[in-house]
């Protein structure tokens, strides 16, 4: 229960402030007014599944290698692969989706989209993974636990 909750608690912090981390990083890059009205609820509509995705990876992640014992530098590397793997399984669903349904001349303006996604994604994991820090402690073996011994 406690590995469970380790991937639970990951995927809640990067889901949750993931996109709007990234929605900021995209705002800050791009100056498209239209668009950075929209920004923030696009950002959780198309930035949610990598998120999760990141957050999941992170967590294994963290129940293997045990972070409690890293640097913050060594905590946001995790949190950037997190990210980027997180956005690499979005851009080849969606871009699976699209060569199949629609073609490749559609594929091909949807690749500075595909470029935003990792634009805001590897930032996102680099944060989410520092604001998580070593909590809650873990440990990358846990030794297994000997009954109680009876005195005789």
Not at 78 to 102: D, H, R
Not at 124 to 145: D, K, M
């Amino acid at each position: 229960m406690k590995r469970f909750s380790i991937i639970a608690v990951s995927s809640l912090v990067f889901g949750s402030i993931g996109p709007s981390l990234g929605a900021v990083v995209v705002a800050m890059t791009t100056r498209h007014g239209d668009f950075a009205h929209h920004l923030f609820p696009l950002s959780y509509a198309f930035g949610i599944v990598p998120a999760l995705v990141a957050g999941a990876i992170y967590g294994v992640l963290r129940l293997r290698i045990g972070t409690e014992t890293l640097s913050w530098r060594r905590r946001a590397g995790l949190g950037a692969f997190s990210g980027f793997i997180g956005c690499l399984v979005f851009v080849t669903l969606g871009a699976t989706y699209t060569l199949v349904t629609a073609g490749t001349a559609t594929f091909r303006s949807e690749l500075d989209f595909y470029g935003l996604e990792f634009l805001a994604g590897i930032p996102a994991g680099v944060i989410c993974a520092v604001v998580l820090g070593p909590w809650p402690r873990t440990t990358a073996i846990e030794a297994p636990h000997s009954p109680p011994s009876i005195p005789g």
